[in-house]
């Protein structure tokens, strides 16, 4: 009975319930978690693109099969992008560690996992970079809040660096615009020289090496999968669409993800494209080689991005185009708008876009020579060359979701909602601290949408779902906007989890809704053959 | 706790070392004299190196972090200031981060809960942010009267201002306590809050005691112990002129504070207070955002592998007729 | 006085204690963080919590409606299904609750304790049967989004049984390739 003599008082206040982890984040080591990282790259992909160390190997394994001289690896890259890149050398130098970033984090807010702050991940980094490249770190050590390079520091960068979706957030609110995205690129970087990838980002890289797109369409698939949404729209609308492909002599290279080719509800933005291009009678053209506008080689490394990226301007030599549209997503917009010009450019064979309907030249985009697509349907409506009927989407309540790369890395905020107010008549902001610039991550980008990782993602997802479960309890929202073909994939996602019954689409799927075309018949359905709106009993 | 001691250690011994050296080794030379030039000389070229340093990695890619709407269609209204695409714009975007502390701002944010504004923390950081960099700022210009012979009118108007109050004997300058608040502040955020306090390191936690050392110093010596201010001045002339000497009866509670000012010179440079210098140079602001109008050229851009499309109608030539997608051979 | 009229006054009182043990199981700098932001879209964690659990008090003075329980429970363990706690950590801010109105009501009769401690053992149950829940409906959607991926690629499966469409064949070869390439 001695077992029984605490009264039950006492036995209650011997539960612990708390999880604070006493020791200094120094002395606190990763924990590979289940569900919360993805798998490691397989061999053959990384071999596909020439990455280093290509074998099979797995993160939650002892061994991660790393070549011997590792450090050495490590250390010669850390010294040669010090010197190529001034954002890299200043974030390693500036921080105060003030603590403004702390907060701003979806992971962290999601996770209450204090390496999630924005400030402590970039510590991860900044802690070898002052044991090997600052005096005071080499003669204080600890002191001076560094540390040495061991198996367990590159392990806590790989579990914690592709726990950052370089949405750039805490950026907006650092004083002296430490960008996290440019450390966790950086290191990245590191992490690929090794080999340790995940397969969720080298499956893609190999494949849109090769085959022009991330899914590894081939040129017939990705042809065959648009002539069936070809069928659908001429089931919805009785017009039927051709589209080109390859074209040479086109004045137009469309250029979109591929995941809107095959993954629900990206397909209905694609049909979107495929209507209103139609719709403008517009001379332009699909491309099989250039079949990609993300860019997960952006998640590995600066060359591999560039690699990937160079098809684009390739193609829009070769076809002889004008100039270039890109379709809605987000991390390619990062790309296009801040990179690809530098990478692959100039585009002097191409002109500066001028929208053949409306006579409109883009001079925002005068040497990249690509347009958002939401810019260019943006200019047509406000030129009044639409014939729109928004009361097609009155069974939807939009809000919006501004993408992080979009928003933070471009500004792209009115065109969309322009957009949005004018093809849909119940349209919902999300509460201020939630949108624009500063946007929450719907916690899978930077090629963090495997599902392996889920527990991982639905923490990043939080904030997100949280200001989506807002305007949907306060105006009923059921549909969520955005511009972003992961967005489309993982917020579908994210609102199964925390909000059931808000769906989620891309611009354009609403802009085809609404939009009357010429020689249509009486629309008895939206894009997904549900009824319209005044339609349910037909 | 050790992250705060020995930072704390660091600051008390710098002050033993100062009074024991003047005091008792009688070496008003070496710390009226050599160590001051000492520190001027490796603060001016720590500073001109780092900056050197940062210049000599180059800017590869147009990075800035867009908090507002692009300039894109004309009839769409760009934010200017938060999207810069213009120099000008980029420039004016630069002052409101440099001397307004924009981003920083941006966490000051009125908070509704339970039908009540709530101030959230952060503003205080702001808050404190600003007292404390603008009280250092002209409580070091206030000294610039130590090194010129004629104090210029600039240095009496600000004088007057500081003292607006016209308290105490002599005048209380105001900069001289809020700096000290300032400091508190900075400190104790840094203990209370437990998030800041996980991610403070004894680097964090120097600069801010020996900063409040030098300014504690500094107000005992103007209204306590009344320090011979001529005496001082002919030391500091003397510095300036070259022509470096010890006057008499300068007590030595003055060594200990220029002891720790020069601390602070020579650390500056290899710390994180560098962010002086740095936050001019930060690519996530100081660049406008017209990468698409404007060509932004890599100096270290490289050829790199790619997947030609010749390789790829290779490989797909095929299925690529059979499809009907044109080729290039047939 | 009945034990729901002592809860009902005491209640704003029990789910703060209640709001500030359950931060506490989160690292410290975390727990500040729950406890002081108070925006509702920067904490969202933290707003959960206390909206919960004082959703739950207020019940506990009231009827113990099956339903509002069940919202004011799913809402919290939907967020701790996913983050770092085993199941039983995940659902152990319930037993909580008796520490804290034990603190809060030291006065209440043994009839009282033993009306507190089946309300709780029925939140206890409740909990378990919601964090089931959540973890199928997580392992759930793992199993949606790999549909919806493939959303097209399974429409024209379907129709392959009745239609020998080349275009079919191709789709499915192709995608079906890709596939092996990946896996």
């Known amino acids: 009975m001695a077992k029984f003599t605490k009264k039950p008082k006492d036995l209650i206040a011997d539960i612990d319930y708390s999880k604070t982890p006493s020791t200094d984040w120094m002395d606190t080591p990763v924990e590979f978690k289940e569900h919360t990282f993805c798998w490691g790259a397989k061999g053959k992909n990384l071999e596909i693109v020439g990455f280093p160390n290509a074998r099979d190997w797995s993160p939650a394994e002892e ?47 999601g996770s209450g996992d204090p390496k999630n702050m924005p400030v402590l991940r970039a510590e991860l980094f900044r802690s070898i970079y002052r044991r090997y490249f600052t005096a005071p770190g080499r003669i204080f050590g600890r002191l001076a809040g560094a540390r040495e390079l061991t198996l367990q520091v590159l392990k806590e960068w790989w579990y914690y660096f592709y726990q950052c979706t370089e949405c750039r957030r805490c950026s907006v609110f650092c004083p002296y615009g430490i960008d996290t995205a440019e450390i966790t690129m950086m290191v990245r970087e590191f992490t690929n020289l090794l080999g340790l990838n995940t397969d969720w980002i080298s499956g893609p890289v190999a494949n849109c090496y090769i085959k022009g797109n991330h899914l590894g369409l081939e040129p017939h698939t990705i042809k065959s999968s648009i002539e069936f949404f070809l069928d659908d729209i001429e089931t919805i609308t009785g017009i039927r669409i051709e589209p080109s492909f390859n074209r040479k002599g086109a004045e137009i290279l469309f250029v979109t993800p591929s995941g809107d080719l095959f993954a629900d509800p990206g397909t209905y933005t694609c049909m979107g494209y495929l209507m209103l291009f139609h719709e403008l009678g517009l001379d332009y053209t699909w491309s099989t080689y250039a079949s990609e506008g993300g860019n997960f080689g952006f998640f590995t490394s600066n060359e591999m991005a560039k690699r990937l990226n160079y098809k684009i301007y390739a193609e829009a030599k070769r076809l002889g185009v004008k100039f270039i549209i890109g379709g809605e997503c987000g991390h390619m917009w990062r790309v296009i708008h801040q990179y690809m010009d530098t990478w ?58 501004d993408s992080c790369n979009t928003s933070r890395g471009m500004g792209l905020l009115e065109e969309p909602r322009y957009i949005i107010k004018n093809v849909c008549n119940h349209f919902y902001e999300m509460p201020e601290d939630t949108i624009r610039e500063k946007t929450f991550c719907c916690g899978s980008g930077t ?29 009923g929202v059921n549909m969520l906007a955005n511009v972003c073909a992961i967005d489309r994939a993982t917020l579908s996602t994210l609102m199964d989890y925390y909000n059931p019954g808000v769906r989620v689409t891309g611009v354009h799927e609403l802009v085809a809704n609404a939009l009357v075309m010429k020689g249509e018949k009486p629309r008895e359905t939206n894009l997904r053959q549900e009824p319209l709106p005044g339609k349910e009993g037909a | 706790m050790m992250k705060m001691l020995v930072p704390l250690a660091a600051v008390i011994v710098l002050i033993i070392v100062s009074l024991a050296g003047v005091e008792a080794a009688g070496l008003e030379a070496v710390f009226g004299i050599v160590i001051p030039y000492l520190a001027f000389i490796i603060f001016v070229a720590g500073m001109i190196w780092r900056v050197i340093d940062w210049g000599k990695s180059p800017v590869p890619f147009r990075i800035p972090t867009t908090c507002g709407q692009q300039q894109s269609l004309p009839w769409i209204k760009q934010d200017k200031l938060e999207n810069p695409s213009t120099c000008t714009q980029t420039f004016a975007r630069m002052i409101l981060e440099v001397f307004f502390f924009r981003s920083l701002f941006r966490n000051l944010k009125t908070e509704l809960h339970d039908g009540k504004v709530v101030y959230g923390s952060d ?52 900069t001289g306590l809020t ?26 936690y120097f600069p801010l005691f020996l900063i409040f050392a030098i300014a504690i110093t500094g107000i005992l010596m103007r209204y306590f112990t009344k320090v011979d201010v001529v005496a001082v001045k002919n030391l500091t002339m003397g510095l300036v002129t070259l022509n470096p000497q010890i006057p008499q009866g300068i007590g030595s509670i003055f060594y200990v504070h220029l002891f720790l000012v020069c601390t602070l010179f020579i650390y500056f440079p290899f710390s994180k207070l560098v962010h002086m210098g740095g936050v001019f140079l930060s690519p996530t602001r100081n660049l406008a955002n017209n990468s698409r109008m404007e060509r932004h050229v890599n100096p270290w851009n490289y050829p790199v592998k790619v997947h030609s499309y010749e390789e790829y109608e290779h490989e797909f030539k095929d299925k690529m007729k059979k499809a009907g997608i044109p080729v290039e051979k047939e | 006085m009945t034990v729901q009229s002592l809860l009902s006054e005491k209640k704003e009182q029990i789910a703060k204690k209640w709001f500030e043990l359950v931060a506490d199981s989160y690292p410290s700098q975390t727990s500040d963080f729950l406890k002081s932001k108070k925006n509702q879209f920067l904490n969202p964690v933290g707003f959960t919590l206390k909206e919960g659990l004082s959703g739950i008090c207020n019940e506990l003075s009231l009827g113990m409606d099956e339903s509002i329980l069940k919202k004011c429970l799913d809402d919290i ?44 053992e029925k939140i206890a149950l409740m909990s378990f049967d919601i964090y089931m829940q959540c973890r199928e409906d997580l392992f759930e959607i793992r199993v949606r989004e790999a549909e919806k991926r493939n959303f097209r690629l399974l429409q024209v499966a379907n129709q392959l049984m009745e239609l020998k469409d080349e275009r079919v064949n191709d789709l499915v070869t192709g995608v079906i390739d890709n596939e092996k390439g990946k896996g």
């Open chain 1, 344 to 401: 692959n450019g100039p585009a002097d064979f191409l002109e500066v876009p001028k929208s053949p309907i409306t006579g409109t030249v883009f001079e925002n985009a005068k040497t990249t020579k690509m347009i958002h697509i939401t810019e260019f349907t943006a200019d047509l409506i406000r030129n009044n060359k639409l014939k729109l009927d928004p009361s097609r989407n009155d069974n939807l309540i939009v809000t919006y979701h």
């Open chain 1, 63 to 109: 061994d991660w099969k790393l070549p011997h001289d590792w450090e050495n690896t490590v250390m010669d890259a850390i010294k040669d992008r010090l010197s190529k890149y001034r954002s890299f050398k200043l974030f390693m130098d500036i921080c105060v560690r003030c603590g403004a970033c702390a907060d701003k984090c979806h992971f962290y807010i």
């Open chain 3, 77 to 120: 363990i939907r967020i701790r299904a996913i983050q770092d706690f085993s199941p039983s950590e995940a659902i152990s801010f319930v037993f909580l609750l008796k520490k804290v109105i034990q603190e809060v009501l030291p006065e209440l009769s043994e009839d009282a304790k033993e009306y507190v401690s089946v309300m709780v």
């Open chain 1, 447 to 475: 090629g963090l949408n495997a599902g392996e990782n889920m527990e991982l993602r639905m923490r990043g997802g939080l904030p997100r779902a949280m200001a989506v479960k807002y305007v949907k309890e306060k105006y």
């Open chain 2, 179 to 204: 700096l000290t608040a300032g400091v508190l502040f900075l400190f104790l955020r840094r203990i209370v809050i437990p998030q800041v306090r996980y991610i403070s390191l004894p680097a964090d």
């Open chain 2, 123 to 174: 503003k205080w950081l702001w808050l404190f942010a600003i007292v404390f960099h603008y009280s250092f700022l002209v409580v070091f210009i206030r000294h610039i009267r130590f090194f010129v012979g004629d104090v210029p009118d600039v240095i009496h108007i600000l004088e007057a201002l500081d003292s607006f109050f016209q308290v105490g004997v002599p005048l209380v300058y105001i």
